[in-house]
């Protein structure tokens, strides 16, 4: 079984940033799609991005413009260049990716344990 374990979340003064990364570890035979989600208190987890094992990306509309997603294939992580942050940003964010492991014969979708990013003056 794999395991993704993301760093970078902290408290940001609006305007400010960060940058979130998310490695996939253990004995992976391919990674697809990898993305971050995110979860404000008493909402619903919501999409941010996602980028594909080809570069392709989508995001929320909420972020277009201030956040990127990029990936390093080599090091089987994703991360999060989120610019301009405003205290509407404020949630727990989480990684997700469809990981095959060597011996499986199907991709399952993985979720790392959350980092909280706090957009606050």
């Known amino acids: 079984q794999a395991q993704l374990v993301e760093s970078g979340g902290g408290l940001v003064q609006p305007g400010g940033s960060l940058r979130l990364s998310c490695a996939a570890s253990?004995?992976?035979?391919?990674?697809?799609?990898m993305g971050w989600y995110r979860q404000a208190p008493g909402k619903q987890r919501e999409l941010v991005a996602r980028?594909?094992?080809?570069?392709?990306?989508n995001y929320a509309d909420s972020v277009k413009g201030r956040f990127t997603i990029s990936r390093d294939n080599a090091k089987n992580t994703v991360y999060l260049q989120m610019n301009n942050l405003r205290p509407e940003d404020t949630a727990v964010y989480y990684c997700?990716?469809?990981?095959?492991?060597?011996?499986?014969?199907?991709?399952?979708?993985?979720w790392g344990q959350g980092t909280q990013v706090t957009v606050s003056s």
């Open positions: 997700n990716a469809d990981i095959r492991t060597l011996f499986a014969s199907a991709s399952i979708s993985q």
């Open positions: 253990g004995i992976i035979f391919r990674i697809n799609d």
């Open positions: 980028i594909t094992s080809a570069g392709s990306t």
